[in-house]
């Protein structure tokens, strides 16, 4: 299953993710007045997006239970505009990055190459890829590090919905499928916010496609299915690796490796996003 864009994901994916996992995302979120996990999370990541309702998110982040994303929009709005919410994110992330990268190099380089690769995302289709690609580039190195790392997880991300659409999965099945194969239902359940009606719905339709056995495990069916669905996304990420280049792309590997390592190693084992081993 292993394949460049992937290789490539397992090194940016840690640079992006520490708006959600570390102290100073939530302290920068806080000052923003916006207070607890989940306010954060969808306020900076919905920010791009402009002050929008509920329903578009509930599209865009694809695997959210309707009644979890109408808790907090439109509502984080009244607390922070988009504006506040994005300059958060931004400071939360420039603070977590610059603490975990001190002494950990080369960082310019690393970020003019992943901006590079992230100049280059189409973004026909792709809403949340196209809506962060929008954004002032930060002038700062390791903003510019987090905001193409960004760039490109969203544009992947949304590649990965449109290969779910295709395989015929929706949210609680996609929850049910991932819980069946390399996640826990006790923790990826209630981190999406679906019920137990709603989960063990789920179960029944992929049981009905003879993608999950009578003990609830994954069949080959699903398996096979992974690997397709996987591979559609790769397929669909690679337009940036192909415009940076084979040599641009090996050295960009080469130079954002111990950044990722150092950065993975500070965020926590399990995730509900599913954090990849680094390639």
């Known amino acids: 299953m292993d ?27 806080e000052a923003a007045n916006l207070r607890g996990f989940w306010r954060g999370y969808f306020a900076g990541r919905a920010a791009p997006l402009g002050a929008v309702d509920a329903a578009p998110v509930i599209a865009l982040f694809w695997g959210f239970a309707p009644g979890m994303v109408t ?17 958060a994110r931004l400071a939360g992330a420039r603070a977590s990055l610059a603490a975990l990268l001190d002494g950990v ?15 280059a995302v189409p973004t026909v289709g792709r809403v949340l890829g196209a809506a962060n ?23 992947r991300g949304d590649g990965h919905v449109a290969a779910l659409l295709v395989a015929g999965l929706d949210g609680p099945e996609t ?5 069946s194969i390399d996640q826990r239902r006790d923790y ?19 049981s009905d496609r003879g993608w999950l056995d ?11 299915a992974r690997a397709e669905i996987e591979a559609t996304t790769d397929r669909l990420a690679a337009a940036p690796w192909q415009h940076l ?25 399990e995730t509900p996003i599913g954090l990849p081993a680094i390639v």
């Open 3 to 29: 394949s460049l864009p992937r290789t490539m994901w397992t090194l940016f994916e840690p640079i992006h993710s520490v708006t959600y996992f570390t102290p100073q995302a939530k302290e920068a979120f």
């Open 71 to 87: 808790r907090a929009l439109p509502d984080v709005w009244s607390r922070a505009t988009p504006a506040e919410s994005l300059a």
């Open 105 to 119: 190099g080369p960082v310019d380089e690393a970020a003019d190459l992943l901006r590079e690769a992230a100049s």
């Open 133 to 155: 690609a929008a954004l002032p580039w930060p002038e700062d190195p390791i903003g510019r590090l987090w905001q193409a790392a960004t760039i490109l997880r969203e544009h």
């Open 175 to 179: 929850g049910v499928w991932r819980a």
């Open 188 to 206: 990826l359940q209630p981190a999406r916010g679906w019920s137990d009606d709603d989960w063990i719905a789920a179960v029944k339709r992929l």
């Open 214 to 224: 009578d003990s609830g495990a994954a069949t080959q069916v699903a398996l096979d």
């Open 245 to 269: 280049g084979e040599a641009g792309t090996a050295r960009l590997r080469e130079v954002l490796r111990p950044l990722a390592v150092r950065v993975r190693a500070a965020l926590p084992a």
